[in-house]
């Protein structure tokens, strides 16, 4: 589990994916993890981890064309982790992602899975008022990431 706050300095692509599986191995039911940052800057190689550490079928990768996958538990009980890109939902950022989710027939309850939702910054805050935010960005010319977090638990 991670600090309730906090950054970390991830020098190379194996760094992020073990800090990812730290995180995932301390998510529960209902967790909903937003991830930040331009371009490259690590965000589906964090959810990989992630999904490592919950320990949950494969292969993780983008989901931009189709905007969510669901990734079942390897291990009865465990939560299954849906993992969404709303950056082709940016441009409306009314946009109902709860409502979009619930009409993509996933197969899952929301409440007993685990939410990571890349480019989910001011949407995805709206499924959840117990979430991770985490920022991550990138130096110029390197694989050398930042991250900085902080729990959200509103009551």
Do not use: C, N
């Amino acid at each position: 589990m991670i600090d309730e706050s906090g950054s970390a300095a991830l020098p190379t692509l194996q760094d992020t994916l073990e800090f990812g599986e730290k995180i995932g191995r301390g998510l529960t039911a209902g967790d909903v993890v937003v991830l930040s940052g331009p371009l490259g800057a690590g965000k589906t190689a964090l959810a990989k981890g992630i999904a490592q550490g919950m320990d949950v079928d494969g292969p993780i990768t983008s989901p931009s064309y189709v905007l969510a996958r669901v990734h079942e538990a390897r291990r009865p009980g465990a939560p299954a982790l849906v993992h969404v890109d709303v950056y082709r939902l940016l441009e409306h950022r009314d946009a109902d992602l709860l409502g979009e989710l619930d009409s993509l027939d996933l197969d899952t309850d929301l409440d007993d899975s685990v939410v990571v939702v890349e480019w989910g910054e001011g949407l995805a805050e709206r499924l959840s008022a117990h979430h991770l935010d985490i920022r991550l960005e990138r130096a110029p010319g390197s694989d050398e990431r930042t991250a900085t977090w902080h729990w959200s638990r509103e009551p």
